[in-house]
């Protein structure tokens, strides 16, 4: 069974870096199958995908249009987990935050815990 | 405003039968991309509960089932149970945002 667990603080101040953590078990961050996700959601966005990692004999990024200037998400296949870096916060950043796994079926089939978010001095 | 559209809410009594739409356009659903569908119970992460426009993961009761056509998609639940009682996604590829979008979601009451 895959089991994503999430990590990093849940308060950040604005204009700083918000990092998150998700640690993989069950599967593996270089799958040629998977791909890892980073996801939001908050009360005025709904549900907002951020961008994903994956590995195809090399490895890609995708970023969501919206925080593309803004966004790095990172892989370290030594710990079998991947990160989140959403640069120049700001308070409409406040979120909960999820990483996921998209499969075969390019649906996100399982879901970290969530790590709430929040932006503020 | 989410680039697909869902009704804000829906209800049905027990044993009822409901639907809830997802309208895109030309460049997501229309296009031909499948629809996912995800329940999300209060305090948990969503829940794929139909994937691929139609197809039920194992251990979702087929009591729940999705239909795709022109640039909408639809989940339908029959036999309504109290614990059907969530919030409901969907989501699909957006080519002109070349990324994956959602839905605004629906949440259910079961009267």
């Known amino acids: 069974q895959v089991r994503l667990q999430q990590s990093g603080p849940g308060l950040v101040k604005p204009s700083q870096t918000l990092s998150l953590t998700c640690a993989i078990s069950g599967d593996s961050v270089s799958s040629n199958s998977a791909a890892w996700n980073w996801i939001r959601q908050s009360p005025s966005r709904g549900l907002e995908w951020l961008g994903k990692?994956?590995?195809?004999?090399?490895?890609?990024?995708d970023y969501a249009v919206s925080v593309k200037s803004r966004i790095t998400i990172n892989r370290d296949t030594s710990k079998n987990q991947f990160s989140l870096q959403l640069n120049s916060v700001t308070p409409d950043d406040t979120a909960l935050y999820y990483c996921a796994r998209e499969g075969v079926n390019d649906a996100f089939d399982f879901w970290g815990q969530g790590t709430m978010v929040t932006v503020s001095s | 405003q989410s680039v697909l559209t869902q009704p804000p809410s829906v209800s049905g009594a027990p044993g009822q039968r409901v639907t809830i739409s997802c309208t895109g356009s030309s460049s997501n659903i229309g296009a031909g991309y499948d629809v996912h569908w995800y329940q999300q119970l209060p305090g948990t992460a969503p829940k794929v509960l139909i994937y691929?426009?139609?197809n039920r993961p194992s251990g979702v009761p087929d009591r729940f089932s999705g239909s795709k056509s022109g640039t909408s998609a639809s989940l339908a639940i029959s036999g309504l149970q109290a614990e059907d009682e969530a919030d409901y996604y969907c989501q699909s590829y957006d080519s002109s945002l070349s990324g994956w979008v959602f839905g605004g979601g629906t949440k259910l009451t079961v009267l």
């Open positions: 990692t994956y590995y195809r004999s090399k490895w890609y990024n």
């Open positions: 691929g426009n139609s």
